[in-house]
């Protein structure tokens, strides 16, 4: 049987995190969280005796007697069931005080469920019960930024870049944080190293023009923020950073042109948000599935439409009628090798839908794949015979 690193599984619930900008805060968000989960505290989780992980290593596999609990863990972080998998962790927390793994798993779901102090306080523990993983913590920065304290995280990104000088994702937060304390040029300098290991990085791109324009270098902040918008052409701020440069430039069209997109993707930004939060806690929500690829459609970031509706099929991968939309979605983006995929798929689960096969027969009609046309076809003549 193959082994696996449950440190590694563990770790790699951080990287779906990794990508988020960061924003201040003045409190928790614990919008619509379960109330089974709002009740309990990290602060619950019992103490281990000094030294009793002194030995711990990342690659070590779990105790046998925890070795299920940890697999429940990995298997509900990976479908999406945050609340599930910190339930879990409690138990597993219980049975075995300060198991490191499970500390920094339940800091990254707490810091993916919005729960920014208590994130803090796992990954806290973590590092006291194992203090040369500092590395894996660059969470813990993320968490004292978005809960305003930046003195605090700059000094904690420097030491996640004192182990790895190439995170791009510290490099990020701690030019936003040296950003957030004054420190303009160091923070457009650290935002510099981001670009350079990460050219397509859209986040630090825009904060560079923000600080160029905070410092009326308009002319700069305008190529900047072009380059951000051209990187991320669906980030509202991007839109509302630019109608400001146009407008502090006198290039007042150009400057309506942007604001009116910003004013388009903010308000769609606002009802995304809103429905991702709403899987956080439940990802078994079709009409939230719904939502979030009609959402992405009207702002025609077909990237993430796609995104969601892959998501939205692993709930239920036999779903023809989810496999029919996935293969609009497609032809939608002009994604031909998706869509072909996505009619294999229903090849394979069509059955006696007639739906399914007339859907099929026009595809293939369009890609004048006469042969697959007419095996279609047959199926449509078929079925209606049957009638």
């Known amino acids: 049987m ?21 924003q201040p805060a003045q409190a928790d968000e614990t919008e619509a969280l379960p109330p089974s989960v709002l009740e309990r505290q990290p602060t619950e989780w019992p103490a281990s005796q000094p030294g009793a992980w002194r030995d711990w290593k990342a690659e070590d596999q779990p105790p046998p007697e925890l070795a ?28 075995a005080p300060d198991y490191p793994s499970a500390l920094h798993q339940a800091g990254i779901i707490y810091f993916r469920l919005r729960r920014y102090g208590d994130a803090a306080v ?7 019960v194992v203090p040369g993983r ?20 700059l000094a904690h990104y420097a030491l996640v870049l004192a182990q790895r000088p190439e995170s791009v994702e510290a490099l990020r937060g701690k030019g936003l944080a040296e950003m957030r304390l ?29 600080i160029l ?42 400057g309506d042109g942007a604001r009116k997109r910003f004013d388009e993707l903010s308000l769609i930004a606002q009802e995304l948000r809103a429905a991702e939060a709403r899987l956080l806690y439940d990802p078994r ?14 702002a025609g970031n077909g990237v993430r439409a796609r995104h969601w509706m892959v998501r939205w099929i692993q709930t239920a991968p036999q779903d023809v009628d989810l496999r029919l939309q996935a293969l609009d979605l497609a032809l939608w983006m002009g994604d031909d090798p998706g869509a072909a995929a996505c009619a294999e798929a229903l090849w394979t689960l069509a059955g006696d839908s007639l739906a399914v096969w007339q859907r099929l027969a026009r595809y293939h009609a369009g890609r004048r794949d006469r042969i697959k046309q007419v095996a279609a076809e047959e199926q449509v003549a078929r079925l209606k015979a049957q009638r």
Request: hydrophobic share 45%; net charge negative.
């Open 182 to 210: 004054g420190q303009t040029s160091a923070a457009l300098t650290t935002l510099a190293r981001v670009l350079k290991l990460d050219p397509r990085h859209a986040n630090a791109q825009t904060w560079i023009a923000q």
């Open 213 to 254: 324009f905070d410092e009326e270098r308009a002319p700069e902040a305008l190529k900047a923020a072009q380059r951000g918008r051209d990187l991320d052409p669906f980030e509202p701020r991007a839109w509302f950073l630019l109608s400001q440069i146009h407008y502090d430039l006198g290039q007042n069209e150009e």
């Open 122 to 128: 796992a990954l806290e523990r973590y590092l006291a």
């Open 134 to 153: 500092v590395v894996d913590t660059r969470a813990l920065g993320h968490c004292y930024y978005t809960l305003g304290d930046y003195e605090k995280a």
């Open 68 to 95: 299920a609990l940890v697999q429940q863990v990995v298997a509900a972080s990976g479908a999406g069931d945050l609340p599930r998998a910190l339930e879990v962790l409690f138990v597993l927390l219980e049975a």
């Open 285 to 298: 929500q079709p009409a939230v599935y719904a939502e979030l690829v009609a959402l992405n459609r009207r």
């Open 2 to 22: 193959r082994r696996v690193n449950f440190l590694a599984a563990f770790l790699l619930a951080a990287t779906a995190s990794s990508g988020q900008a960061l």
